[in-house]
């Protein structure tokens, strides 16, 4: 009798509490495990274990042949960029109420969830902060978000009018700042802000506690943004050797793009052309960059030290394609499947300031798991095939 409260002590476990039965397990940070159970009990990943009898009163789901990863994690996204029912990029002046514009962004999270991406971050709207929070602790389905709230662009202002604005941004509560160093790419992407600009607004987040990323093309104003400290750099296309080693040397994060931005806006054309810089000339260069992109995440990859992590930018059409970059990446400027994985998670969550709690399926982490069917490491475009979500504990897709 004895005896069999003590088996019992041992096997209960408290209520909430699944097994995941993973053939193979990618745990984010470059290990492999096989034929192994991940005990999850609510929001938290316990414990990986072999394969073991499911203790009474636990949820087993059986992942089968499928191949688990961590929630894939995307810094650069755009849900709140959408198609209206005229099939065409919502524009302020387009009729559509704030409430349409806000259910459409709702509509985006939900797809770019069930793609796999467990965690966003939204880098430059105001709405924003409205989704993250309903998404967090009002049952929206959704990844969770971190957003920067509006951009800082203005290049008029004075350093202690930026550093205000900064200010402003973290009292209305933004988990970021992010910023327009340099001009569009469809514009040539010169720089704008000044380097005393970006000194006054980066250091100023930073004495805040808060991250920046800033979009920039050219080099100088890649460069000026590493030398103000900012944390992350976005784009980069027209970035020189010379950079991306001051960038490794001071450990500003690299986000440049593969595939997805470019490729997105070229199919969906008559849904933009003739809005803002959404130009013939516009066009042209993106189908120009279209081999340059790959080109420069070649060159960073091969930049000792820089830490080149996963953000696809994804605007309009691209919720719920967000894994494409990964394939671009691995396909066209030639990465290891799990070091571009590896960028999509583990990575990702160091440059989001959350290594601690997301990007790998590690004990005490939040249970943030995916699994895809087939082997992501002999072919990435299992990526797309994403098939189950959880997040946080709670499955979003099976
Ligand atoms: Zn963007």
């Known amino acids: 009798m004895l005896l069999a409260l003590a088996v019992l002590a041992v096997l209960a476990v408290p209520q909430d509490t699944t097994v995941l039965r993973a053939a193979t397990v990618l745990d984010g940070k470059g290990g492999v495990q096989h034929s192994v159970d991940i005990l999850v009990v609510a929001d938290r990943i316990v414990r990986i274990t072999p394969r073991a009898p499911v203790p009474a009163g636990a949820r087993l789901i059986d992942l089968g042949d499928r191949t688990v990863l961590p929630g894939l994690i995307d810094v650069h996204a755009h849900p709140s960029w959408y198609f209206n029912r005229q099939n065409r990029l919502h524009t302020a002046s387009d009729g559509d109420t704030p409430a349409q514009a806000m259910l459409a962004a709702a509509a985006n999270a939900y797809a770019t969830l069930r793609a796999g991406f467990t965690t966003i971050q939204s880098v430059g709207s105001a709405s924003d902060a409205d989704l993250r929070d309903w998404i967090a602790t009002q049952g929206l389905p959704g990844p969770r978000i971190l957003t920067s709230l509006d951009p800082i662009t203005d290049r008029r202002l004075s350093p202690d009018s930026l550093r205000a604005i900064v200010r402003q941004h973290k009292a209305d509560g933004a988990d970021l700042i992010k910023i327009f160093a340099s001009g569009s790419i469809r514009e040539g992407g010169q720089q704008t802000l000044s380097d005393s600009q970006l000194v006054a607004i980066c250091g100023e987040a930073k ?80 189908e120009r960059m279209l081999p340059v992109a ?50 999509a998670t583990s990575l990702n969550a160091e440059a989001l300031g959350r290594g601690n709690q997301i990007g790998a399926i590690a004990p005490g982490l939040e249970a943030d798991i995916i699994a895809v069917d087939g082997d992501p490491l002999r072919d990435i475009t299992a990526v797309r095939r994403v098939s189950f979500v959880m997040k946080a504990g709670q499955v979003v897709r099976f």
């Open 207 to 286: 004495a805040l506690g808060l991250r920046t990323l800033v979009h920039a093309h050219s080099a100088s104003s890649v460069r000026a943004a590493t030398l103000a400290g900012c944390t992350e750099v976005e784009h980069g296309l027209f970035v020189t050797q010379d950079v991306l080693t001051l960038m490794a040397a001071r450990g500003t994060y690299f986000d440049p793009q593969c595939a997805l931005i470019f490729r997105n806006y070229l199919d969906n054309r008559a849904k933009y052309q003739g809005i803002g810089n959404y130009t013939d000339s516009g066009f042209a260069v993106m």
């Open 294 to 343: 790959p080109q420069v995440i070649r060159t960073a990859l091969a930049t000792s030290g820089l830490k080149v992590v996963y953000g696809t930018d994804a605007v309009a059409g691209a919720d719920g394609h967000n894994a494409e970059d990964l394939v671009c990446r691995v396909e066209q400027a030639g990465e290891a499947p799990m070091h571009a994985i590896m960028a």
